[in-house]
């Protein structure tokens, strides 16, 4: 199994910005949609944005006009540049592929807390 490795969350106030970092290295990534997905404590874990091969993006309703997803595929980089952030965005954040496929397992997160 390929696992990404996620990066760039913190402690960040209300109105605040974060840019989340994924390394997606692995032939299984490479040509394919990718996600970040997000779980707060006691909920399910659910998709924010996702960014097709070619950088089509889609958003959450939640997020959209805040959050913006890109990717360099060159580098197999998938980014989320989070900002006007709320106390209810506060989640461990997690890339992976959009359609589930058991060779990528899901990495260990980047927790990002907003305060209020």
């Known amino acids: 199994q390929v696992q990404p490795v996620e990066s760039g969350g913190g402690l960040v106030q209300v109105g605040g910005s974060l840019r989340l970092s994924c390394a997606a290295f692995?032939?299984?990534?490479?040509?394919?949609?990718m996600a970040w997905y997000r779980q707060a404590p006691g909920k399910q874990r659910d998709m924010v944005a996702s960014i097709t091969a070619g950088g089509w993006p889609t958003y959450a309703d939640s997020v959209k006009g805040r959050f913006t997803i890109s990717r360099d595929n060159a580098k197999n980089m998938v980014y989320l540049q989070m900002n006007s952030l709320k106390p209810e965005d506060t989640a461990v954040y997690y890339c992976?592929?959009?359609?589930?496929?058991?060779?990528?397992?899901w990495g260990q997160g980047t927790q990002v807390t907003v305060s209020s």
């Open positions: 992976n592929l959009l359609s589930q496929d058991p060779r990528s397992s």
């Open positions: 692995g032939s299984i990534f490479n040509g394919r949609a």
